[in-house]
């Protein structure tokens, strides 16, 4: 069992996931965001190794081939997947790993590792999220509409995540998703230590060495 907490955050295209990840990450100290591999071309604005490692399809395959990777999916005509040496290493230290993913990643990381946290982030409405992608206006109509049939399709797979959270007012989101994770420390499998040494201690004074 790793120290830290894997965190899978979900939700659909324009939800807001990306400032609700950075803003967890500004306010508090133990989370790490993974960065992704993705085929994407960049938008604008997006620095290679900041956002996502930007490569071509020949560079992805090999590192799929090379077991580089803890999950992968297409989405929307892209390759998307995690990088594994990052998260391995970040969650070893006991930090709270972030992978900000779609849904088929999603599940596959809930089999490669049980104990992951997967949340779902949803808008108030459909309405209030076809407002936020064409508000956000870094995609063309036809981008757009692609993105809310993917949306429809992945709203048929929310029932899989472990939590479903709103992202209405965006504070009080960032605190729900913090509470949870809070919570999730307290599972028996991330007090290890803690049980084992009181176990010790009272097997002592059972014997009466105490
Ligand atoms: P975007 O192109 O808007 O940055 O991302 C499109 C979708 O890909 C989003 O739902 C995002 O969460 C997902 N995504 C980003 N990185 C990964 C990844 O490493 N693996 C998977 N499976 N999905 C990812």
């Given at each position: 069992m790793h120290k830290g907490i894997l965190i899978v955050i979900?939700?659909?295209?324009?939800?807001?996931?990306?400032t609700l990840v950075k803003r967890l990450m500004s306010s508090?100290?133990?989370?790490?965001?993974?960065?992704s591999m993705t085929t994407r071309p960049p938008r604008q604005g997006e620095r290679d190794g900041v956002e996502y490692f930007f490569v071509d399809k020949?560079?992805?395959?090999?590192?799929?081939?090379?077991?580089g990777l803890i999950e992968h999916a297409c989405y929307c005509g892209n390759y998307y997947g995690t990088p594994r040496a990052y998260v391995e290493e970040q969650l070893k230290k006991g930090k709270d790993?972030?992978?900000?993913?779609?849904?088929?990643?999603?599940?596959?990381?809930?089999?490669?590792f049980p104990g992951a946290m997967l949340l779902f982030v949803t808008p108030p409405s459909a309405e209030e999220l076809k407002r936020?992608?064409?508000?956000?206006?870094?995609e063309s109509p036809q981008v757009i509409e692609e993105r809310l049939a993917r949306a429809c399709e992945e709203s048929e797979g929310v029932e899989a995540y472990d939590y479903v959270v709103?992202?209405?007012?965006?504070?009080?989101?960032v605190r729900e998703i913090h509470g949870l994770v809070d919570a999730a420390r307290r599972a028996p499998a991330h007090r290890e230590e803690l049980i084992r040494e009181i176990r010790?201690?009272?097997?002592?004074?059972?014997?009466?060495?105490k």
């Amino acid at each position: 069992m790793h120290k830290g907490i894997l965190i899978v955050i979900s939700g659909f295209s324009g939800v807001g996931k990306g400032t609700l990840v950075k803003r967890l990450m500004s306010s508090y100290d133990n989370y790490a965001l993974s960065i992704s591999m993705t085929t994407r071309p960049p938008r604008q604005g997006e620095r290679d190794g900041v956002e996502y490692f930007f490569v071509d399809k020949e560079k992805f395959e090999r590192t799929i081939e090379e077991d580089g990777l803890i999950e992968h999916a297409c989405y929307c005509g892209n390759y998307y997947g995690t990088p594994r040496a990052y998260v391995e290493e970040q969650l070893k230290k006991g930090k709270d790993v972030i992978l900000e993913i779609e849904i088929q990643g999603a599940l596959k990381v809930k089999k490669k590792f049980p104990g992951a946290m997967l949340l779902f982030v949803t808008p108030p409405s459909a309405e209030e999220l076809k407002r936020r992608l064409v508000e956000r206006g870094t995609e063309s109509p036809q981008v757009i509409e692609e993105r809310l049939a993917r949306a429809c399709e992945e709203s048929e797979g929310v029932e899989a995540y472990d939590y479903v959270v709103v992202n209405d007012d965006l504070d009080a989101c960032v605190r729900e998703i913090h509470g949870l994770v809070d919570a999730a420390r307290r599972a028996p499998a991330h007090r290890e230590e803690l049980i084992r040494e009181i176990r010790e201690e009272l097997k002592e004074y059972a014997k009466g060495a105490k």
